[in-house]
């Protein structure tokens, strides 16, 4: 038989906490081992080349890896059930982040993670960043909406000032450095681009963007 390193160490100190992958598969092989009324040596190979058994275990290992169906169902071990449910979920998760389009300036992250990436240098950061990716911020076009702002055109352009505006298309400096960022690492200027980016983000904030 044919194990790992590390499932041999847990052999030989009974440890079942050891083996991660497959417990209830080392759990068996106890098991065996004790019921032989006899002794037994567990070693490990390094390398099965120029070993007959090894090959010929080798040369199955492969065939199996072709056939359509799995012959013995050893069933799932905890952690492989975890998985199972781990992206069964994040499948779905996904699958309904990806379809809700109602709110264009929602771009957290485009893909679904439950891994927390800290890209914000301090809490004022954060803020601003949130405040872009939902529109809710003190361009002028959200402050027309709310009554704090005549027209909502940028100042400069006569346009709607809006978020896509401010870091896209207008001619201010946040603007330039954040088109030039982008042509400097080869990446699209868009907004879905512009508001997934901590980099960015850093620019804008050093700028001390009005936002």
């Known amino acids: 038989m ?18 991660k992958s497959r417990p209830n598969l080392l759990l068996d092989i106890i098991e065996s081992k004790h019921a032989l009324i006899r002794d037994v040596t ?16 080798d040369q199955l290992a492969a065939e199996g890896t072709r056939k359509a169906s799995v012959d013995i169902d050893i069933g799932h071990e905890l952690a492989d059930a975890y998985s199972a449910v781990h992206d069964y ?37 954060e803020v601003m960043a949130n405040r872009l990716r939902f529109g809710r911020c003190h361009l002028n076009a959200y402050l027309h909406q709310i009554g704090r702002h005549e027209t909502g055109l940028c100042d400069s352009c ?13 001619t ?5 450095q954040v088109k030039a960022y982008c042509q400097r690492h080869r990446q699209e200027h868009t907004l879905a681009n512009v508001l997934s980016n901590g980099e960015i983000f850093r620019i804008i904030y050093q700028l001390n963007a009005r936002c």
């Open 158 to 170: 006569g346009v709607p000032e809006t978020v896509s505006h401010y870091v896209i298309d207008c």
């Open 89 to 125: 979920c994040r499948q779905k998760w996904q699958g309904q982040w990806s379809l809700w389009t109602h709110c264009q300036y929602l771009y957290i992250e485009p893909n679904v993670t439950s891994v927390i990436h800290c890209i914000y240098v301090n809490r004022s950061m």
């Open 2 to 19: 044919v194990i790992s390193s590390d499932c041999l160490s847990a052999i030989r100190s009974l440890e079942l906490e050891r083996c």
């Open 172 to 176: 201010n400096d946040v603007t330039k």
């Open 42 to 57: 567990v070693v490990w190979v390094p390398s099965h080349i120029d070993i007959h058994g090894n090959e010929i275990a």
